[in-house]
């Protein structure tokens, strides 16, 4: 059996990230999206929060599970017994960071990472703009998926 987790912040997920999953998702047989419990990085979203939006925005393809971890992502992988990490890879400046962490996730524990590049329509695309753009009042409805879109509207307008 093929499997590959896809790891994370997810704060929260974007049609980019749902592009690499979807087309992750066709190329094995289960992918695990893997939420990152950070302790120390307050998100806009709580964790189960993030859970239930990907949760939702994944119920169409029956191959994903999402799960969140702490620690070593590693030590994730290894307890679940995948060996296969996926990550999207938007543009160069992803890349110089992404390689270093997939050497040292194969040092580690011989866990490979596999690349699939963006969408080049969604490859301008993170969280982090996404959640700016909202908190000054723009529109990031063709950015995120509805359910996240309304929940994102509502964030902002309580928070600030
Ligand atoms: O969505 P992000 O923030 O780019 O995801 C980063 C993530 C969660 C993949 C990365 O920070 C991670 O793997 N963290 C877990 C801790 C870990 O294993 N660190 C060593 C990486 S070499």
Redesign the pocket.
């Given at each position: 059996m093929r499997r590959a987790v896809c790891?994370?912040?997810f704060d929260p997920v974007t049609n980019g990230h749902l592009d690499v999953i979807g087309r992750a998702a066709s190329r094995y047989d289960e992918l695990v999206v893997a939420v990152?419990v950070n302790d120390a990085k307050q998100g806009l979203f709580s964790v189960s929060e993030r859970i239930e939006l990907l949760t939702a925005a994944t119920a169409g393809w029956d191959n994903v599970v999402v799960d969140s971890f702490t620690g070593?992502?590693?030590d994730y992988c290894t307890a679940r017994g995948v060996d296969t990490v996926l990550k999207g890879i938007r543009a160069s400046a992803d890349f110089d960071y992404e390689l270093q962490?997939a050497q040292?996730?194969r040092e580690l524990a011989g866990i490979e990472t596999v690349f699939l590049p963006a969408n080049p329509a969604h490859s301008y695309l993170s969280s982090s703009l996404v959640k700016q753009v909202a908190r000054f009042g723009g529109d990031v409805r063709r950015f995120v998926p509805e359910s996240v879109h309304v929940r994102l509207v509502e964030k902002v307008a309580t928070r600030d």
């Open positions: 790891p994370g912040s990152l070593l992502l590693v962490m040292m996730n």
